[in-house]
């Protein structure tokens, strides 16, 4: 039961911590703006590449890094909103997406342009588990990634429920031509829609890099399943998203469980399958997700 654990559930989790932040922003951006935003990916891999400088440049933590990769991937994401999608927001939501995968490319190519294609580690060295969780392996990155992760979430719901700003977000969201009468800014709440997506991209990137490697395509690459738990909660939720990143994450590993035979059940190399699987799922038999939110 503890090597179950340790192999499976504890990784899932930590693993779903990231999905679940990445899949928030791609929730509220839809619910908001009405489009999905297929650059999300790529906006979390520069806000984790912008902390790797403040790493490389100071010698801190990525940690301390996160404040200055959250403030630069926030101005990163309103230049894109005002250069980019403000001038089509008039437009059918496809022009808008196919805009994103614009963005998307050119991102990735910055990043490879500065800090080039090799993986990159935050810091060097193994992690090992912490002794005083034994006999649970519980690595000191996996608390961080936790712990950041709760911290962040805490912090949107203060947002969403306790201030002004976070319930013109919920009215607009709910209904922008009703928010636009009652006289609620709508370009106001839009640019703080793109503050905490990028503020959480940035975060999920960075924790990312924390427990693997930095990678040019790494936001790419976690793109589909962060979609995949968005809709599996319930596009246009934050809270679904939330479950819908952690279940998923469970989901993707415990589908390497030896179920059968002493083999994993699923290859680990196809994991990534999982998400497109219950994405597909969803889509066919609840395209509401489980929280009943918007049908992409």
Do not use: C
Not at 11 to 27: K, R
Not at 32 to 60: C, E, K, N, P, S
Not at 64 to 93: E, K, N
Not at 154 to 162: F, P, Y
């Amino acid at each position: 039961m503890i090597e179950f654990v340790n192999n499976y559930v504890i990784p899932g989790l930590v693993l779903g911590s990231i999905y679940a932040l990445g899949a928030i922003g791609v929730s509220m951006i839809y619910s908001i703006l009405r489009f999905a935003h297929f650059a999300h990916g790529d906006l979390m891999t520069f806000g984790a590449y912008v902390a790797f400088a403040v790493v490389t440049a100071l010698g801190w933590p990525p940690v301390a890094a996160m404040p200055f990769a959250l403030v630069g991937t926030v101005a990163a994401a309103l230049a894109i909103d005002r250069f980019a999608y403000r001038p089509f927001r008039r437009s059918r939501p496809i022009v808008v997406v196919i805009a994103s995968f614009g963005v998307a490319l050119m991102i990735r190519a910055a990043i490879m342009l500065i800090w080039g294609v090799q993986p990159e580690p935050y810091v060097q060295g193994i992690n090992p588990p912490l002794e005083s969780f034994e006999p649970f392996r519980i690595q000191e990155k996996h608390i961080v990634i936790v712990v950041v992760t709760v911290v962040l979430v805490t912090a949107l719901h203060v947002l969403l429920t306790r201030t002004k700003i976070g319930k013109a977000m919920r009215a607009m969201s709910d209904d922008a031509d009703l928010a636009r009468v009652t006289g609620i800014g709508t370009e106001r709440v839009i640019a703080w829609t793109w503050v905490v997506g990028a503020v959480l991209a940035a975060a999920a990137g960075i924790l990312t890099g924390i427990d693997t490697l930095l990678k040019p395509y790494m936001g790419w690459d976690l793109l589909l399943p962060i979609f995949a738990a968005a809709i599996l909660g319930g596009l246009g939720r934050p809270y679904g998203a939330i479950v819908g990143g952690l279940v998923l994450g469970v989901i993707q590993e415990l589908s390497s469980y030896p179920l059968i035979s002493d083999e994993p059940f699923i290859t680990p190399g196809y994991k990534i399958g999982i998400a497109f699987a219950i994405l597909v799922i969803m889509l066919i038999w609840r395209p509401q997700g489980l929280l009943r939110g918007r049908v992409l």
